[in-house]
C-alpha cells in the first residue's frame, strides 16, 4: 500500500469515528408479550415512572433480536419459543432528537420464574389487555392498541408535543 492508499484508508477510519461522535443514533427495543389469556406483560422500573414493556438499549455488536431476548430474559425471566415478530421502529423525540425504539411481539414462550423486585425492577405481571393497570404509559397504550388492531403503527413513540400558545 503506497502512502496515498494509506491516507485515504486513515482519513476514511477518521471520518468514520467523527461521525460516530457528531451523529451518534441510540437504538432501543421493547417487546409486547402477549399469552393465551390474552394478557401483556409489563414492568415497573424503580428510576421511570409507569408501565411499560419490558426492554432496554441495543448493545454494541448485538442484534435488536438478541437485545429483546436478553432484555426478557432479565426483566421478566421470558424465554421465547419462537422468534419474536417485528411490530415497528419508532422515533422517540421526547428525550433525544436520535432515539429510536424498535418493538417486536412474542406470542410463543415460557416464563421460567417470576420476577421479583431488585434495584432496577420494581414490579412485573400479566394484565388482561382490556385492565391495564394505572399508570401504563401512552405509547405502551398505542403500541397494544395497534398489534392488537392490526393497524398500521405511527412513525413516533408519542404524538409531536403541542405548541402552547399564550392568549
Known amino acids: 500500500m503506497d502512502f496515498a492508499e494509506a491516507l485515504h484508508l486513515a482519513l476514511g477510519h477518521l471520518r468514520h469515528a467523527w461521525f460516530r461522535i457528531a451523529r451518534p443514533v441510540t437504538l432501543g427495543v421493547q417487546g409486547i408479550v402477549l399469552d393465551d389469556q390474552a394478557r401483556v406483560f409489563l414492568v415497573r422500573h424503580t428510576y421511570v415512572p409507569g408501565w411499560h414493556f419490558p426492554g432496554g438499549g441495543v448493545e454494541a455488536g448485538e442484534s435488536v433480536v438478541e437485545a429483546l ?8 425471566h421470558i424465554e421465547a419459543d419462537s422468534p419474536p415478530a417485528w411490530h415497528g421502529i419508532f422515533f422517540n423525540d421526547r428525550f433525544s432528537r436520535r432515539d429510536h425504539i424498535v418493538v417486536m411481539v412474542l406470542r410463543q414462550f415460557h416464563q421460567t420464574s417470576p420476577r421479583g ?8 405481571g400479566f394484565f388482561p ?3 391495564l393497570p394505572a399508570g401504563t404509559t401512552s405509547a405502551a397504550r398505542a403500541r397494544l392498541q395497534e398489534v392488537l388492531t392490526g393497524s398500521t403503527p405511527a412513525e413516533r413513540w408519542l404524538p409531536p408535543r403541542q405548541a402552547h400558545h399564550s392568549q
Not at 423486585?117 to 412485573?124: C, G, M, V, W
Open 69 to 76: 431476548l436478553r432484555e426478557l430474559h432479565e426483566e421478566g
Open 117 to 124: 423486585a431488585d434495584a432496577e425492577i420494581a414490579e412485573t
Open 129 to 131: 389487555v382490556d385492565q
